[in-house]
């Protein structure tokens, strides 16, 4: 799987540019309906390429080809730097993003991990939240005093009951469209889990259908023990 994958990635991110050039470029005269066309095909494609690299991620996590740098880190600077990379997503269905992480809160974790959890979690949200809802994020404490819990929170759709307990199970297919056919293949919420376990603490989801969602994972706040 990790070899095809790997081979797939390559070719669709030249097409994916390719594209995004014919569209972009104010040489090229295309009539307005090629160009939602061409549009199209270039959301659709950046769709596949990132379920295509959250399989690599995801098979390598599980292989432990993948090592975690634990290392002091502010959380609310990787929560904006994943929040700005989809801001126009936010802003397009007009999204309420509420960041309630303070600004001198920190954590031993890997930063380019964590930041791929909230750009998982932040991007599921957003496909499951109906316009004009709300993404909440905040920290609480945690009985261990040497981890914290962070929350991503949203008035979404909820996750049907049926599929909560097989939501990390790679046995079962739990991907479903969002609210405006936004296709998943059920990698992202895997990937967190295999990520916050190699940190040594817990990712859990509270759901409930029609009143939205709480994802939930621990961190370690203090340098874990060598």
Not at 65 to 72: D, F, G, S, V, W
Not at 79 to 102: A, C, G, P, R
Not at 161 to 183: A, D, M, P, Y
């Amino acid at each position: 799987v990790a070899i095809v994958s790997h081979d797939i990635r390559s070719p669709f991110s030249n097409i994916i540019g390719i594209l995004a050039l014919l569209v972009n470029d104010e040489k090229i005269t295309l009539t307005e309906e090629y160009k939602a066309i061409l549009k199209s095909i270039v959301a659709s494609s950046h769709e596949v390429l990132e379920m295509v690299n959250k399989l690599l991620d995801l098979t390598s996590l599980e292989k432990g080809k993948i090592t975690i740098t634990h290392k002091k880190v502010y959380l609310y600077d990787i929560v904006m730097k994943s929040y700005n990379k989809l801001l126009y997503s936010f802003k397009t269905k007009n999204i309420q993003f509420i960041q309630e992480i303070d600004k001198e809160c920190t954590v031993y974790a890997d930063e380019v991990w964590i930041n791929e959890i909230f750009i998982n979690l932040f991007s599921n949200s957003l496909k499951f939240t109906n316009h004009d809802g709300y993404i909440r994020i905040f920290t609480s404490p945690m009985e261990n005093s040497h981890m914290i819990c962070v929350t991503v929170e949203d008035n979404g759709i909820g996750i049907p009951e049926k599929l909560q307990k097989n939501l990390f199970n790679k046995h079962v297919k739990t991907s479903t469209r969002g609210i405006k056919g936004e296709k998943g293949a059920g990698f992202g919420l895997r990937l967190c889990n295999e990520i916050i376990e190699l940190h040594k603490g817990k990712f859990w989801i509270v759901s409930k259908e029609g009143e939205g969602t709480k994802m939930n994972f621990s961190l370690p706040i203090s340098s874990p023990e060598p």
